[in-house]
């Protein structure tokens, strides 16, 4: 069994699909005689050629609009996007289109597409490169999305992101890219969208993160009898599996690298306060980003959640 990290899972993963089904192909900038960005197609333009790897213009929404054009005739397209701030020319395909294809036809034709696009600071890039504005994908029913953080998940979330009849947002922290590596299986395997990962069970305080703030969630709570769950699925997210923690210990720390207003932890916040309420011993808690700019990378750290805000956090909410 291999040991790769992250962006050679996610190519493992494009590549079995590829060989698995002719439908499957790739398009978006440089993805071809490149490999990416990243270099997470390295050598499917060898394996597959031209017409299933294709190097598109310098369009976003020239790459969604062909990708749902190819999904509503009959073909699995999986479409890269190269930095999540690059997707805004592209939301009015993927939102207008893409998340109601199956809606506005009655079930007639459905959008099997996979937009990936690496997201999130910690690597030092200039603007609109380390966006992490997933509650707008999240905010748009018909479309789902979907946050690794590890290896092996990366792979096998993919793989049921490409199988899947409906549009999905594949978001890839690129912090974790190659942070860490970890055995991935090269047989077939799949981890199924919309469940919630235990990562480590407690009794006292739940946490909840995804995507690179797992890393520094899970450091955080060293010495504390947390559940840690991992979300995965942001939408639709693991609304069973979140409230079952929260009743068990009925203290809760979201963390979230996006900025605190109107982000995916406010979502949970409200769900909880609705369903889980009578159970909480202290205020919900949010560790976010602030409410500015993604600032350039002399300030990058003072803005995201480290893990120094997490344990004070936890520590805030085991003293109410």
């Not at 049921?160 to 912090?175: C, K, M, N, Q, W």
């Not at 890219?177 to 395997?189: G, I, L, S």
């Not at 703030?213 to 009898?225: F, I, P, Q, S, W």
């Amino acid at each position: 069994m291999p040991v790769i990290n992250m962006v050679q899972a996610i190519s493992m993963a494009v590549k079995e699909e590829m060989a698995r089904d002719d439908r499957v192909v790739v398009l978006g900038e440089d993805v071809g005689v490149d490999g990416g960005v990243f270099r997470a197609t390295e050598g499917l333009y060898e394996a597959f050629g031209d017409k299933r790897v294709i190097d598109t213009p310098l369009s976003e929404s020239a790459i969604a609009g062909a990708a749902i054009g190819m999904a509503a005739n009959g073909l699995r397209p999986i479409a890269e996007i190269q930095f999540l701030g690059f997707t805004y020319s592209a939301i009015d395909q993927i939102f207008t289109h893409a998340a109601r294809l199956r809606s506005r036809s009655r079930g007639s034709y459905t959008c099997p597409l996979v937009v990936r696009t690496p997201y999130g600071g910690g690597v030092k890039a200039p603007e609109l490169h380390e966006e992490s504005t997933e509650s707008l994908f999240c905010h748009m029913p018909g479309i789902k999305v979907v946050v690794p953080s590890t290896p092996y998940h990366a792979k096998g979330l993919l793989i049921s992101a490409i199988r899947d009849p409906d549009p999905v947002v594949f978001l890839e922290p690129t912090r974790l890219y190659r942070m860490t590596k970890e055995e991935v299986p090269e047989e077939d395997y799949t981890v199924p969208l919309g469940e919630a990962r235990v990562v480590q069970q407690g009794s006292e305080v739940t946490l909840l993160a995804w995507g690179s703030m797992l890393e520094r969630t899970v450091r955080a709570a060293k010495g504390y009898d947390a559940d840690i769950l991992d979300l995965m699925t942001l939408s639709p997210f693991d609304e069973k599996t979140v409230l079952a923690s929260v009743r068990k210990t009925g203290r809760v720390v979201i963390v979230q690298e996006a900025a605190k207003t109107c982000g995916f932890g406010a979502e949970l916040s409200a769900t909880i306060a609705e369903s889980a309420i009578l159970y909480l011993k202290a205020p919900i808690v949010r560790v976010a980003g602030y409410d500015v700019v993604l600032p350039l990378p002399k300030l990058e750290d003072h803005y995201m959640p480290t893990e120094k805000r997490i344990k004070a956090a936890i520590d805030d909410v085991m003293r109410y």
